[in-house]
Antibody, heavy 121, light 111 residues
Framework: EVQLVESGGGLVQPGGSLRLSCAASGFTFSSYWMSWVRQAPGKGLEWVAN???????YYVDSVKGRFTISRDNAKNSLHLQLNSLRAEDTAVYYC???????????????WGQGTLVTVSA | QSVLTQPPSVSGAPGQRVTISCTGSSSNIGAGCDVHWYQQFPGTAPKLLIYGNSNRPSGVPDRFSGSKSGTSASLAISGLQAEDEADYYCQSCDSSLSGSVFGGGTKLTVL
């Protein structure tokens, strides 16, 4: 059974930093693209970042230069470093496994339970 | 403002059929990108409902079906049940093909 368990969320001041982690199990982690998707309170889903098996990274424009996605295939773990945080980054951050072999035709077939990041003074 | 447009809410009586639309553009759905659908209950993570426009993952009832035409897609739920009351989101590619975009979500109410 695929399991994704996020951790690392919390309350941080504007301009601060936080590192989120996602522990993966039940599948060959190194064989899959992985992603972070967030959801602001009472709002919809927003894709944040992808990382390919080889470590290539892709980001939504609003987080470029501030967030960094990374992976440790030896430890089956995914990370998201959040820097220069803003109030609008407040959200539940979900770790998700990305599927689909063709660029542009990709979906998220497994999700973690999410970790809440609150940016407030 | 989400890149993909969904109605904020839809409703139907038990046993009825409802559809949820998802409208995109030539930068995503109209560019040939597939559409995928997720179901989310309050306080829980989204769950994949339909992938590749019309495919159901194992365990998803065949009451749920998806279709795509041009720059739009639809999710249909037939034989509506009380437990279908949830938020539904569509998802497709972004213009770079390396990222994803979501619809704003549709709240389904079972009357």
């Amino acid at each position: 059974e695929v399991q994704l368990v996020e951790s690392g969320g919390g309350l941080v001041q504007p301009g601060g930093s936080l590192r989120l982690s996602c522990a993966a199990s039940g599948f060959t982690f190194s064989s899959y693209w992985m992603s972070w998707v967030r959801q602001a309170p009472g709002k919809g889903l927003e894709w944040v970042a992808n990382i390919k098996q080889d470590g290539s990274e892709y980001y939504v424009d609003s987080v470029k230069g501030r967030f960094t996605i990374s992976r440790d295939n030896a430890k089956n773990s995914l990370h998201l470093q959040l820097n220069s945080l803003r109030a609008e980054d407040t959200a539940v951050y979900y770790c998700a496994r990305r599927r689909g072999a063709v660029a542009g035709n990709n979906w998220f077939d497994s999700w973690g339970q999410g970790t809440l990041v609150t940016v407030s003074a | 403002q989400s890149v993909l447009t969904q109605p904020p809410s839809v409703s139907g009586a038990p046993g009825q059929r409802v559809t949820i639309s998802c409208t995109g553009s030539s930068s995503n759905i109209g560019a040939g990108c597939d559409v995928h659908w997720y179901q989310q209950f309050p306080g829980t993570a989204p769950k994949l409902l339909i992938y590749g426009n019309s495919n159901r993952p194992s365990g998803v009832p065949d009451r749920f079906s998806g279709s795509k035409s041009g720059t739009s897609a639809s999710l249909a739920i037939s034989g509506l049940q009380a437990e279908d009351e949830a938020d539904y989101y569509c998802q497709s590619c972004d213009s770079s093909l390396s990222g994803s975009v979501f619809g704003g979500g549709t709240k389904l109410t079972v009357l």
